[in-house]
Structures are given as C-alpha cells and as structure tokens.
C-alpha cells in the first residue's frame, strides 16, 4: 500500500509571496494616490483618472520587477550549475568528497555520509549537488514569466477595490470610505494568504494594516498640504 503524498504549505511558495505581494501594493498604493488626490481638493474625474493611471502604471511597474529580478535568479541559478557539471567532469572524486562533508555537517558519520554520496551521484550527480550544496529545489525555482504575470494581476484586483469606494462614496466622506474599505480588503488579504500559507493570521492581518493605514496617513497629509498651500 502506497502512502499518500503530503502537501506541504512551501510548495506554493512560488506564486503565493508573488499573489500576496501584488494585491498588497495595489490596494496600498492606488488607494493612498486616491486619499491623496481626494485631500487636495481633486475632483472624482481628476481622482479616479489618477488612481486608474496609478494601477495601470503599478500592475506594469510590478511584472516589469518581478520579472527582472527573478530573471536575475534564474541567470544565477544556470550560471552556478554551469559551474558545478564542469567540477564534476573535471574532478569527480573531489566532488564526492565535497557532496560527503555536506552530509557530516548534518550529522552523518563519515562513512554514511561518502555511502550516501556516492549513491546519490551514481543517481544523478548534478541534481544531488544542485539540491543539497547549493540549495537549489523545485519549490523555490525562479519562474519570472510566473512571478510577473501573478503579480500584476493580483495588483490590479487589489487597485480595483479603491476605485470602487471612490465611485461608491459620497463626495464628503471619499476619503473615510476609500480608507476604512482598503484596510478592510488588507485585512482580509493578511487573512487569506496566513491561510494559504500556514502562518498566524493575528501577525499577518496586523502587518499588511499596519503598513497599509501608514502609506494612506502620509500621502493624505502630503494631499492635505498642498490643499493649504494652493488656499
């Protein structure tokens, strides 16, 4: 009888911290533009022409990031392997010896730790270097085209929900409702992603609001100011 596979939280690792990433800046950031545009004095057509500029802008400006920065991952990733399949056509004992001492240091004897070595690479040499030397595994492989794509969507279904309070609310109250509704839609986003990820729901809602009601009180103030001075 064949026991079943687990699933474990970090195999979604790869497009959770992107999804999460996403949602969270589109929230923040289109509804602080909002809350700044609002306190200036801005008119709906002048807020909401901004704020669907910013989450266009934003959903780019996150795929163009990702993309880029995992991409530099992944260079890294193919450069070390590169390095490692020329060790081993070079020195294939030393390699064994490399691969053994790594398995001393998790608390192998010396003989387990070359038996083991040398079982593995007999299997697959580059993968038991790739895996157990540099770290690298499926669960954290760079995937820039993934990490790009999930990252501007989730931003723009996060820049959605500010646009929608704006259009919502009434003219004297934008600013409250654009405010209470994105730190509701944090909360909820700290929520699900302490769900999916496994963690506690307590620190995460605490910190994605937290952060989020900072970057609306500054840009606020920012809006706040430039109302006074223009009089």
């Known amino acids: 009888m064949s026991i079943p596979k687990e699933r474990h939280y970090s195999d979604r690792l790869g497009w959770l911290r992107a999804a ?33 500029a910013g989450a ?11 993309y880029v920065s995992v991409s530099s991952q992944k260079d890294t990733e193919h450069a070390d392997l590169k390095r490692e399949r020329r060790e081993l056509a070079a020195n294939y004992d030393e390699e064994v ?25 007999a299997h697959d040499a580059l993968a038991a270097h790739a895996r157990d030397e540099l770290g690298f595994s499926t669960i954290n492989r760079a995937r820039p085209l993934q990490a790009a794509l999930t990252s501007a969507l989730t931003f723009l279904c996060g820049a959605v929900l500010p646009l929608i309070a ?13 405010a209470a509704g994105s730190l509701l839609a944090l909360g909820l986003l700290g929520t699900l992603s302490a769900r999916v990820g496994g963690a506690r729901i307590g620190a995460a809602v605490v910190r994605v609001v937290l952060w989020g009601a900072l970057a609306m009180l500054a840009t ?12």
């Open 20 to 52: 999460v990433l996403g949602a969270n800046d589109g929230i923040v950031s289109t509804a602080s533009l909002v809350i700044g545009m609002a306190t200036a004095g801005a008119t709906l057509v002048s807020v909401l022409t901004a704020g669907a």
């Open 56 to 66: 266009v802008a934003g959903a780019m400006s996150m795929a163009a990031g990702e």
């Open 97 to 121: 010896r490399e691969l053994a001492e790594t398995y001393e240091t998790r608390g192998l004897s010396a003989e387990m730790a070359h038996d083991v070595a040398i079982t593995l690479m």
């Open 166 to 178: 704006v259009l919502a609310a009434p003219k004297q109250a934008s600013v409250m409702v654009v």
């Open 220 to 231: 606020g103030t920012v809006g706040w100011l430039f109302d006074i001075a223009g009089g």
